[in-house]
């Protein structure tokens, strides 16, 4: 089983549609949250970066954590045809010896 | 404003041939990273090196050897190539090991027939 879950969709919404993005985790040792856009053929790019239960919002761009339940979101509200991507949720650990551990990633199509 | 510059950015080799992944970074970052990406797999870590002159196994390492020559630049070595190992290469640096962000180049893609 991997140890983090992400759909790998494809997701396809209209222009100005509220998109959630979700992923679930099953280490808790997990203790600080990523979320990374990846254009076609491009490297990923840090979105949001989070540590404690709860909201955290940036633009459009609303990023949620549940460590109760080892499970993360992150909301785009007004979608915009230029966040069509994919994109990838990331975890680490707290202690010097964690990596980097990511999600398969969900590909997104805003259409216009 | 480079960031990560990985070279090449594509690739065909003949199974058994060699071959050297070059990445370099002007950020001035202690930490560098070899990924690889692959469809339902997500991004995994091939090697990782902490600092200049250390260098370490990730979660995927069979096959491959680094080398960090200095603290810009970090390479990845297949030294007889599999198809297996057709895939999508990804270096990325950050300031410490574990810190965040990392920054990515864009990627090698590397096809092995």
């Known amino acids: 089983q991997k140890e983090v879950e992400q759909d790998p969709g494809p997701l396809s919404v209209p222009e100005g549609a509220i998109v959630s993005l979700n992923c679930t985790y099953s280490n808790s040792a997990f203790q600080y949250f990523m979320w990374y856009r990846q254009y076609s053929r491009k490297g990923p790019e840090l979105l949001m970066y989070t540590y404690s239960s709860g909201n955290k919002e940036d633009g459009r761009f609303t990023a949620q954590v549940d460590k109760s339940s080892k499970y993360i979101s992150l909301f785009i509200r007004d979608s915009q045809p230029s966040d069509s991507a994919t994109y990838l949720c990331?975890?680490?650990?707290?202690?010097?010896?964690?990596?980097?551990?990511f999600g398969e990633g969900t590909q997104l199509t805003v259409n216009p | 404003n480079a960031g990560v510059t990985q070279t090449p950015k594509f690739q065909v080799l003949k199974t058994g041939q060699s071959m050297t992944l070059q990445c370099a970074q002007d950020?001035?970052?202690?930490?560098m990273y070899w990924y690889r990406q692959d469809p339902g797999m997500g991004l995994r870590l091939i090697y990782y090196s902490a600092s200049e002159g250390t260098t370490d196994k990730g979660e995927v390492p069979n096959g491959y050897n680094v080398s960090r020559l200095n603290k810009r630049e970090f390479s990845l070595r297949l030294e007889s190539a599999a198809p297996s190992q057709t895939s999508v290469y990804f270096c990325?640096?950050?300031?410490?090991?574990?810190?965040?962000?990392?920054?990515f180049g864009d990627g090698t893609r590397l096809s092995i027939l």
């Open positions: 990325a640096s950050s300031e410490s090991r574990g810190s965040q962000p990392q920054h």
């Open positions: 950020m001035n970052h202690n930490s």
């Open positions: 990331a975890m680490i650990g707290e202690t010097s010896g964690s990596r980097l551990t």
